[in-house]
C-alpha cells in the first residue's frame, strides 16, 4: 500500500473508481472495435455488388449484337465474388429498343438479403456511325 504526504493509504473507494474508469474504457474501445468491423463487411458487401455488376456488365458487352445472350427478357443469377466467397443476387432485363439497340438494366444486390440494391443501365448499339 503507497502511504501518500498525510501518511494515509490508498482506499477501497479510489480502487473501485479506478476500476469503473478501467472497465468504461474497455467497453468503449470494444464497441469502437464492433462498429469498425460492421462498417468493414458493409463496405466489403458494397465493393462485392459493385464488382459484380461491373463483370456482368462487360460480359454482355463483349458479346455479338445478335447473340442470344442478349436477347430480350429477363434474367436472374446468383454469384459469389471474391475475396470471401460473398453471395450475389443479380437479375436483368434486356429490351429491343428503336434505331438497332438494346437497353440492358442490371440490378444486385447481397443474396439473401432485402437490403437496398445497385442498378446499372447499359445501351449497346449494333452500329454506331463510325464509318466514313
Do not use: C, H, N
Not at 36 to 42: D, E, I, K, N, P
Not at 70 to 95: C, D, F, H, M, Q
Request: aromatic share 4%; proline share 5%; net charge neutral.
Amino acid at each position: 500500500m503507497r502511504r501518500g504526504a498525510d501518511g494515509r493509504g490508498t482506499g477501497l473507494i479510489e480502487a473501485v473508481a479506478a476500476l469503473a474508469v478501467g472497465l468504461v474504457i474497455a467497453v468503449g474501445a470494444a464497441e469502437m472495435m464492433t462498429l469498425a468491423l460492421r462498417a468493414g463487411r458493409r463496405g466489403d458487401l458494397a465493393a462485392a455488388v459493385t464488382r459484380a455488376i461491373v463483370d456482368r456488365l462487360e460480359i454482355l458487352k463483349s458479346r455479338p449484337f445478335g447473340d442470344p445472350a442478349l436477347a430480350a427478357g429477363a434474367y436472374a443469377e446468383t454469384v459469389r465474388i471474391e475475396p470471401g466467397a460473398i453471395p450475389i443476387a443479380e437479375s436483368w432485363e434486356i429490351a429491343d429498343e428503336e434505331d438497332g439497340q438494346k437497353r440492358i438494366r442490371l440490378r444486385a444486390r447481397p443474396a439473401g438479403s432485402a437490403g437496398p440494391e445497385t442498378a446499372a443501365l447499359l445501351f449497346i448499339s449494333r452500329d454506331l456511325g463510325f464509318d466514313p
